[in-house]
């Protein structure tokens, strides 16, 4: 995820996607969702927490994401399956997060990077 893609204005709530909105994802930090509560409706001060989550949350996919594809070295098929699912993924999560063409919902993007981490990470065999 290029963090890039952020745009410094956090449009909370338009989506339903603010973090008291809907159940949270487990890999939420909680340093994130303190800061967000603080926030409150501060569309600016929810753009800066949600931005600071965003590496944490893009750190945690791509490790497990990693370790996924890692793990399925011996099938190539489930690979490419894998591969082709989170690229679609990734359409899908910034095609649902875009406001218009030029703003990006970056809450919308740390609640769905969180959750897609948690998926993966329940994918990995110990």
């Not at 745009?7 to 949270?24: D, I």
């Not at 370790?67 to 699912?85: H, I, S």
Request: glycine share 4%; net charge positive; hydrophobic share 40%.
């Amino acid at each position: 995820m290029n963090l890039k893609m952020i745009v410094a204005a956090s449009v909370v709530g338009l989506a339903g996607t603010s973090v008291h909105a809907q159940v949270a994802p487990a890999g939420l930090s909680d340093r994130y969702t303190a800061c967000h509560a603080r926030a409150g409706d501060n569309t600016v001060q929810q753009g800066i927490c949600a931005q600071s989550e965003m590496g944490s949350q893009d750190a945690r996919l791509n490790k497990a994401y990693q370790e996924v594809m890692r793990q399925l070295a011996k099938t190539p098929e489930k690979r490419l399956a894998l591969r082709a699912e989170q690229r679609a993924w990734l359409k899908a999560r910034d095609y649902e997060c875009k406001v218009d063409q030029e703003t990006i919902n970056s809450s919308c993007l740390v609640m769905k990077t969180a959750s897609r981490a948690d998926e993966l990470e329940r994918m990995i065999r110990f």
